[in-house]
């Protein structure tokens, strides 16, 4: 069965630093996507960055990038100059190629201190 | 508006009651999502749908949840018989493709609260 695991419950860092996130997951497939996605107090669930595992570049979206390590299964978020609005809870998820199934961490709470 | 609504916010019933919760997708969606999500916890996939076709519904946790979506755009999620253990927030996405592979992402709903007495 596939897992995800996000072993930071909660992280902070001070605005303008930079501060990375780290999920681990847990697959026999070859094929599959990853994805981060932001959760702010309003709830609502915004997709930060995605990556598709048989692509060796690592994606990047603007302040965002992430570290796939295929191979030690791991897909950290990397956010840099971090903001206050920043603020929110980070979801990593893995994805099966070729199934719609999204399969979530427990989150990490990034905390944006000014 | 232009995203995900799902009705009604908040539910509070007593145990053993029947539930339907709500989803509009934004108009034009392919795939319909719903997860369930603890408190302090990632959402918990329950079901998806491509149009009107239930692909995936291994999430379900028992067979007094069931998800329908008739005509291809709005979805119910309906659980029979309540329990306490059903108290969650119950979340629907949408996506516009069928497919992860697009560039598509989903688009989550705010949610509804379920809670049972």
């Known amino acids: 069965a596939q897992t995800v695991t996000q072993s930071q419950p909660e992280m902070s860092v001070q605005e303008a630093e930079t501060v990375t996130l780290s999920c681990t997951y847990d697959?026999?497939?070859?094929?599959?996507?990853l994805f981060w996605y932001k959760q702010p107090p309003s709830r609502q669930m915004i997709l930060v960055i995605r990556?598709?595992?048989?692509?060796?570049q690592n994606a990047t979206e603007n302040r965002f990038s992430v570290n796939f390590q295929k191979a030690a299964k791991s897909f950290s978020l990397k956010i840099s100059d971090s903001q206050l609005g920043d603020a929110a809870m980070y979801f990593c998820?893995?994805?099966?190629?070729?199934?719609?199934?999204?399969?979530f961490g427990s989150g990490t709470k990034l905390n944006v201190k000014p | 508006g232009a995203g995900v609504s799902q009705s009604p916010r908040y539910k509070v019933t007593k145990r053993g009651q029947d539930v339907a919760l709500r989803c509009d997708p934004i108009?034009?969606?392919?795939?319909l999502y719903w997860y369930r999500q603890a408190l302090g916890q990632g959402p918990e996939f329950l079901t998806y749908?491509?149009?009107?076709?239930?692909?995936?519904k291994s999430g379900l946790p028992n067979d007094r949840f069931s998800a329908e979506r008739p005509e291809g755009s709005i979805s119910t999620l309906t659980i029979q018989r309540t329990e306490q253990r059903d108290s969650a927030m119950y979340r629907c996405?949408?996506?516009?493709?069928?497919?992860?592979?697009?560039?598509?992402?989903?688009?989550f709903g705010d949610g509804t609260r379920l809670s049972i007495l």
């Open positions: 996405a949408s996506s516009l493709e069928d497919r992860v592979l697009s560039n598509q992402p989903q688009h």
């Open positions: 697959t026999s497939e070859s094929d599959y996507y």
């Open positions: 990556q598709e595992a048989y692509k060796q």
């Open positions: 998820a893995y994805v099966p190629y070729n199934f719609n199934k999204f399969y």
């Open positions: 108009s034009g969606h392919v795939s």
């Open positions: 749908f491509n149009y009107e076709a239930q692909q995936d």
